[in-house]
């Protein structure tokens, strides 16, 4: 296989992830839309690692992979903290940022 | 030394005594010991005047020193100019310069010492711009200097600045002179455009030589007489000169009569040689010069105030003196400027002796002072000869002169004019005359408690000092006598020196000579007489009832008691402008400028509040607008960049 079936795969989960991400309305899927979009990410940077034949990407992966982790707990933790304080974790009744 | 440098001394003195005056407050503030000092500088400068006049010989000389470095060769030059005309000019200023401060000794002696000592630091000031002026050897320190003496004209107007008449006169005066400057410095620029020269000398060797393009020159020689016009008080910029009696009659003796108003005069002499090439200007001056020298002496026939009637008359003889240039014989002018100069200075001086004596501007409140101020009536009745044109006076030759050279430059229309105003001349003159100095004494006029305080600008205090003085009411002290009989004296010096000796204080220049006709003596002289047999049988005698006389001339009367409206068209064609004009901007700034800033105001309100309802604030429209946003970017930069 090519290095385009590669390119193909990370943007369908991308755009699953994008698509996710725009309409769930529970915080829970927006985070798990998110997941999906940088683990797209991460398919593309192994792939391009692997076909040029150079590490770097790789590296970068495994730097990704533990960045993402962290930013799950973090938006996990947001998640639970905004629980707290609204008692919902429907994203269209968080409008705090309407002008 | 040679006269160059005695005219700088008789320059230097009245700044020096200026600039101590002005730097050493003690010595302003002590008042007397000020006025010493400037008396001091004043005499030192006739001095100095009189050398460098009697020394004087052929030959224009010069003594200069370059100013506004520029490439090459200097713009200007600044020192004195000494030739015929300036030093005889010099001797006038520094002569009634010194005598008026001489007499305000007297004249002001009530004033507080603070008052008395800015007086003579603007007198000392002023002497030296008039004497920079005369001396000027070219135009644009002639144009500094004349800015000066406008400056110190303002100045002392405005001496009691206290009353509001004072105040307004002064600031009217600065700006009518202004308006005409104006003109004067757009001429010397435009001059210099064509010359390349602010020199006089310079500018008279391009004239001799064809140099100067004729093409424009009318345009330039009008706007110097513009300036002329506004100094000088020619119609329609004279309304200045009778408000600028509000200043201490010294003050309307020296700047108002003898020296400043004529520096416009002296500037037509100066450029004669200029204004020569262009004819058709010079016409113009000398229509108006007659004009003036009509409307000023109608307007002086029906004056009450001593001091106005004498105002009108200078505006009417600055009248003579430009019809005389008009005509294109500068030195008649010249010559009657200075014979005016001494004449005027004495009536003047004599005016305020009266009013010192009398407390009031007002003629109807005088009368039969020549039994209680002999010696002043005599002086005031030699003036009055003089600025007659009666024979042997020293007005008599200039006056005759003048009349000549305009029917020798072939304007017959200014000469009937002219002829006219000899005769009105006379007639108003000698009205002053008889109605000060002789008939019955105004019985209640001694009683100045009574009355409103009449007397131009002076203080209360000097009210009570007036009532005492009014007691004895007899000829002035020695300071004011003095500067009066000489005055009076040379008066009659000039008169009869020209008649007998020699050919006038100024010789007329080659080809200037003009032979006039054998009966403008008798036909001068007569209608002088006939002037003074008028005032005489309407004042003295009687025989001629002032009222009917009045009547006779009623729409002329009335018209001249409301100043033929000139005043009344300035304000109303300046005031009204003002207003429409500033109406005009207010609406321009409440409808249009306004108007448009509330437009976009309003247009932003309401768009940023249509635009609000897409700020949802909800996390996933921001990140849906996103997205459409980056793939759009995409599309775009796949299909459009190369």
Known sequence: MGLQAYLILAAVIFGIGLFGVVTRRNTIGILLGIELMLNAVNINLVAFARFSGSEIGMVFTVFAICITVAEAAMGLAIVILLFRIRRTVMADHLDLLKG | MGSAFLTLIALLAPVAAFLVLAIVAPLRRAGRPGAYFSILGATGSLAAAVMAWRRYDEGATRLVWDWLPSQGRPLATIGVLVDETSTVMLVLVALVALLVQVYSLSYLSDEPPQGLGRYYTYQSLFAFSMMGLVLAPNLLQLFICWELVGLCSYLLIGYWYQKPEAARAAVKAFWTTKAGDVGLLIGIVMLWKVSGTFDFGEMRVMVA?????????????????????????????????????????????????????????????????????????????????????????????????????????????????????????????????????????????????????????????????????????????VGTLSLAGIPLFAGFLSKEEILGSVWAGGLVGPFALLMLVAFLTAFYMFRVVFLAFFGPAKAGHYDSHGHEPVVSGFSQTHQTHDAHHAAHHGDPPAPMLLPLWILALLSMAVGIYSTFIGPGLVAAPEGAEHAAPGWLTPAAVGVAVAGIALAWLTYQRGTINAASLASMFGPIRRAALAKFWIDDLFEGVFAAGALAFSRLVGWVDRYLVDGVLNVVSAWTVTTGDEMRSIQTGRAQDYVYGLAVGLLLLLVWARWSLP
Not at chain 2, 311 to 329: D, E, H, K, N
């Open chain 2, 209 to 381: 030589g064809n140099e100067l393009p004729l093409a424009g020159l009318s345009i330039i020689t009008f706007c110097i007489y513009l300036g002329a016009m506004g100094k000088s008080a020619q119609f329609p910029l004279h309304v200045w000169l009778p408000d600028a009696m509000e200043g201490p009659t010294p003050v309307s003796a020296l700047i108002h009569a003898a020296t400043m108003v004529t520096a416009g005069v002296y500037l037509l002499h100066r450029t004669s040689w200029l204004f020569a090439l262009t004819p058709d200007v010079l016409v113009i001056v000398a229509w108006i010069g007659a004009f003036t020298a009509l409307l000023a002496a109608v307007l002086a026939c029906v004056q009450d105030d001593i001091k106005r009637v004498l105002a009108y008359s200078t505006v009417s003889q600055l009248g003579y003196m430009m019809a005389a240039i008009g005509a294109g014989f500068s030195t008649a002018g010249f010559f009657h400027l200075l014979t005016h100069g001494l004449f005027k200075a004495l009536l003047f001086l004599g005016a305020g002796a009266v009013i010192h004596a009398v407390g009031s501007n007002d003629l109807s409140r005088m009368g039969g002072l020549a039994r209680r101020m002999p010696q002043t009536a005599i002086v005031f009745i």
